[in-house]
């Protein structure tokens, strides 16, 4: 899969959708994902791509952190939502914003784990991970009366790359 960004002559791969979203200093890339059991590997492997397009894989800290985050987004997306998925890379210049939209309107909850079976649940990890391993996260849904951009929600998380994020990975 190959992640294109800019006007391409020809539709880049069916999942993937680049814009030429340029505001200010900001590039986006947008990915479009079927709700299925092959979404997580998807979007792990266009974020290496984004990441190495933009030339962010050896920041420190980043890659693996942006790689658990949006899996663990995408994967909620795919077991608590319904339709399709979305995901968007927004790069600036001192950090990386990342979305995941989906048909959902159901807002995330974290869960507590109760003492002693945390270590037996297989479920309900996820925005604990990326509460972990990002700077910021946060989502949000349409308002009442608004015409929403995407129906449901869209979750998103934020990467530093200054130099506080190299020193707290080291």
């Known amino acids: ?8 002559p020809a539709p880049p791969p069916a999942l993937v959708r680049a814009c030429a979203a340029r505001s200010g200093r ?10 299925d059991a092959t979404s997580a590997h998807r979007v792990r ?3 290496r791509q984004v990441l190495a397009h933009w030339g962010l894989l050896t920041v420190a ?5 942006m790689e658990l985050a949006v899996t663990e987004l995408v ?3 795919v077991q608590h939502a319904c339709g399709p998925v979305q995901v968007r890379w927004h790069r600036r210049p001192d ?5 995941v939209f989906d ?27 990326v509460d972990a391993c990002t700077d910021a996260w946060g989502w949000s849904g349409s308002a009442a ?5 995407l129906p449901g929600k869209h979750v998103w998380f934020v990467c530093l790359l200054d130099s506080e994020r190299r020193s707290r990975a080291a």
């Not at 986006?28 to 079927?34: G, K, P, R, W, Y």
């Open 1 to 8: 899969m190959a992640i294109a960004q800019g006007r391409a």
């Open 26 to 35: 900001t590039r986006v890339i947008t990915l479009d994902l079927e709700s």
């Open 45 to 47: 492997t266009a974020t």
């Open 61 to 65: 800290g980043v890659a693996d952190a």
């Open 75 to 77: 994967t909620n997306a």
């Open 95 to 99: 950090h990386v914003l990342v979305e």
């Open 103 to 129: 048909g959902s309107p159901v807002r995330p909850r974290p869960r507590p784990s109760a003492a002693g079976q945390e270590e037996a649940a297989e479920h309900g990890r996820g925005l604990a991970l």
């Open 145 to 149: 009366g608004e015409e929403p951009e």
